[in-house]
């Protein structure tokens, strides 16, 4: 028997990300630098982003509602600003991601609106999510090695176990923080503070809130790793978290 690696590597490609590659081709990679294979992964990290934060919203399935093009030409446009990224980096990347995240939350909006025929507001948690799993398909990519410092500033994609790990020692500084109004919000029955879905999130707080959002998560999160990567990190942490909630260990044990 011999082990057909061209076939299987394109069988892998077009699983994971769609990319539909002759396995006669000869190259069958992904690049961070090429557009079209950014795309695929931008699509994947819809998938993660929104059908189980969709489909039981107050809004009709935008799975069959959203205009189809206007979303392809959203993807194209986050597309082109990562493949200039990866390509050039930037000055400012908080300012950069920030941007790139508010892009995907208006045009989204707007795209939601026009389907259900009302305004529907997107949220931030919704935007990350698309933002930051884009960048951690593009670091799995066969070159992402040789652009390793584009990826050095990138912040953790917020989900259920990313925020289950966050809670499990952030409880702790929320308590600690002196003439903090926060600070008398008491554990839920769950045994955790309430915080909202990731899908809820917005950039910071707002008003009166007492609930830290995405801003104030990130940098705690940045401080807690020290020289580590938020990224880096993150493939540790989530695997972590997945299998404590999986288990029900009685004890975390996690590496940072």
Request: with cysteine; aromatic share 14%; hydrophobic share 35%.
């Amino acid at each position: 028997m011999t082990y057909n690696a061209k076939y299987a590597s394109s069988f892998k490609l077009e699983m994971m990300y769609g990319k539909d590659i002759d396995p006669n081709s000869e190259i069958i990679a992904m690049s961070v630098l090429n557009k079209d294979d950014i795309l695929c992964a931008i699509k994947k990290a819809y998938l993660d982003m929104s059908p189980r934060t969709l489909e039981n919203s107050d809004f009709v399935n935008e799975k069959s509602e959203i205009n189809k093009d206007q979303k392809e030409i959203l993807f194209e446009k986050l597309a082109i600003k990562f493949a200039n990224y990866m390509e050039k980096g930037t000055d400012d990347f908080e300012k950069w991601h920030n941007d790139t995240c508010l892009l995907f939350k208006n045009e989204f909006a707007k795209l939601l609106t026009e389907a259900n025929k009302k305004s529907i507001n997107s949220t931030y948690g919704k935007a990350q999510k698309i933002v930051n799993m884009t960048f951690k398909y593009l670091y799995c990519f066969d070159d992402a090695y040789k652009y390793i410092d584009r990826f050095a500033p990138c912040h953790m994609a917020l989900d259920s176990y990313i925020l289950n790990w966050f809670f499990s020692w952030y409880k702790e500084i929320w308590d600690n923080i002196e003439n903090n109004k926060r600070a008398k919000r008491k554990l839920t029955r769950s045994g955790k503070y309430h915080l909202p879905v990731w899908s809820n999130l917005e950039y910071e707080a707002i008003g009166d809130s007492t609930i830290p959002q995405y801003k104030e998560i990130q940098e705690a999160i940045k401080t807690r790793l020290g020289n580590t990567s938020r990224i880096e990190a993150e493939f540790v942490i989530w695997y972590e978290s997945k299998k404590y909630q999986s288990s029900k260990a009685e004890k975390i044990q996690y590496t940072y």
